[in-house]
């Protein structure tokens, strides 16, 4: 039999997204070299780093770490700050809405920045590539095995041990699966478009999202003239968006936003998202962490999925960077344990608040619309709720 090769970093990231490459970063820029780090990811062509473009919104909290990590000057130059934010609800897209007009800061700073996601990851790739002793491999992994003081993964010919093992894997993830690690899940039956569009007037840096009964639709600027559409259908209506040629798909988009952004002049990179709802029930195992959407997959409605897994490689990294300093067991049972700690309050309320949104805005239940518009108007006329809603979307924790 084959003898395989063993290869001991200290810490092995299964999966090569946005928060892996924050988690392995933000270690190495604080630790330098002392952690012999290993990126496992079974994709080689990243699709993100392609000629598709998706609009990524982030909050204060990211904007924060990406300061403490010396690379927001990097970013900054290609964000659009989003300066005030539109929230209405209307029975049917023709009919009277209601509004909810959102200042978009906290304490006189931006509260959250649109990003072309492609930006974001060339420059932490960049960043990462720096450090010689992150090590990024191309694998599936076959295995795990839990040991007292190592975990082993066996990945096609080879055996990878360290000391702790994160899985960033997304929410499909295999480490999850193979560790038998469960969530909770539901499917949101929603489909995602998500497309780029050109138009006549200046977006004036507004963010404005819609919620139809048929599921929230939503439009970011991402320059002057070019703002990024997230459109939420129920699943056996999307074919209908799906099979209209451009010039009806404008339309309908026009229907929601001429009167902001004039007429469309041009839709482009169209592409589509299945939503569903994970949460880990553990943010850990022995020796293992969870976190980003293997941890949590949440309604892209307030655009925080990204942000709360950052929130996540925050906490995660803090107490690996404490136990190297005092010389610890970087995968010990407490550090993981104080981690899922710090970690869930903030993952289970913005999931649910996402997903409690979600169920009362895109139905058809006639009863509901007083209730929605009423939730909205109360919203409107009480500012201590619009300014925490905004601390809220910030990612920054809401004191009372
Ligand atoms: C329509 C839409 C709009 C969104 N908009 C926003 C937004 O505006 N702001 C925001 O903050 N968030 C947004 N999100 C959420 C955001 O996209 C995700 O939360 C984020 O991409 C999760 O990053 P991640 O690194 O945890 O996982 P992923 O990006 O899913 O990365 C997982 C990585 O693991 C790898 N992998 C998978 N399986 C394996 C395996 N078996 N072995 C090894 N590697 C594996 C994959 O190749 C991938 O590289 C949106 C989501 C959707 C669907």
């Known amino acids: 039999m084959k003898q395989l090769n063993t290869v001991y970093s200290d810490i ?19 630790l330098g070299n002392r952690l ?18 998706r609009s990524l919104s982030v909050s204060l909290s990211t904007v924060n770490l990406c300061k403490s990590m010396g690379i927001w000057e990097l970013i900054e130059p290609h964000t659009h700050p989003i300066r005030k934010i539109i929230i209405s609800h209307s029975v049917s897209n023709e009919e009277k809405r209601s509004f909810l007009n959102l200042d978009n800061r906290v304490n006189d700073e931006v509260a959250s920045y649109i990003i072309d996601e492609r930006v ?59 560790l038998k690690i469960k969530s909770i899940s ?26 139809l ?35 009806d798909l404008k339309l309908s988009i026009e229907k929601q936003f001429k009167s902001y952004i004039g007429e469309i002049t041009a839709i482009d990179n169209s592409s589509f998202f299945e939503l569903n709802f994970s949460i880990a029930q553990k943010l850990y195992v022995k020796r ?26 925050i906490s995660l990294s803090d107490g690996i960077i404490e136990a190297v300093k005092y010389g610890l067991d970087i995968g010990s049972i407490n550090n993981l344990q104080e ?33 929605k518009d009423l939730a909205i108007s109360l919203a409107e006329s009480i500012p201590i709720i619009k300014k925490n809603l905004v601390k809220g979307g910030s990612g920054l924790a809401i004191k009372s």
């Open 12 to 30: 092995i990231i299964v999966g090569n997204g946005i928060t892996s490459q924050f988690l392995a970063l933000r270690l190495s820029k604080i």
């Open 36 to 53: 012999a780090i290993t990126i496992i990811d079974k994709e080689k062509n990243d699709s993100r780093t392609s000629e598709y473009v």
């Open 120 to 178: 974001l990851r060339k420059v932490i790739s960049e960043e990462t590539a720096k450090f010689n002793n992150i090590n990024l491999i191309h694998t599936n992994i076959n295995d795990i095995n839990l040991g007292d003081d190592l975990i082993s993964i066996k990945a096609q010919d080879q055996i990878l041990t360290s000391k702790l093992v994160v899985a960033g894997d997304g929410r499909k993830s295999i480490v999850k699966k193979l």
């Open 186 to 211: 539901w499917d949101y039956n929603q489909t995602a478009l998500s497309c780029l569009i050109k138009h006549k007037a200046n977006n004036d840096n507004i963010a404005i999202e819609n919620f």
């Open 213 to 247: 009964h048929t599921g929230p639709i939503a439009l970011l600027p991402m320059g002057k003239r070019i703002s990024s559409v997230i459109w939420s259908v129920q699943r056996d209506k999307i074919h209908e968006i799906k099979n209209i040629c451009d010039s």
């Open 288 to 313: 293992c962490a969870v976190m980003g959407d293997a941890a949590h997959s949440i309604h892209p409605l307030a655009g925080q999925g990204t942000n709360l897994g950052l929130r996540d490689i």
């Open 339 to 371: 981690y899922q700690r710090l970690r869930m309050p903030d993952i289970l309320t913005s999931a649910l608040a996402y997903d409690g949104i979600n169920r009362l805005y895109s139905n058809s239940i006639v009863g509901l619309n007083p209730i």
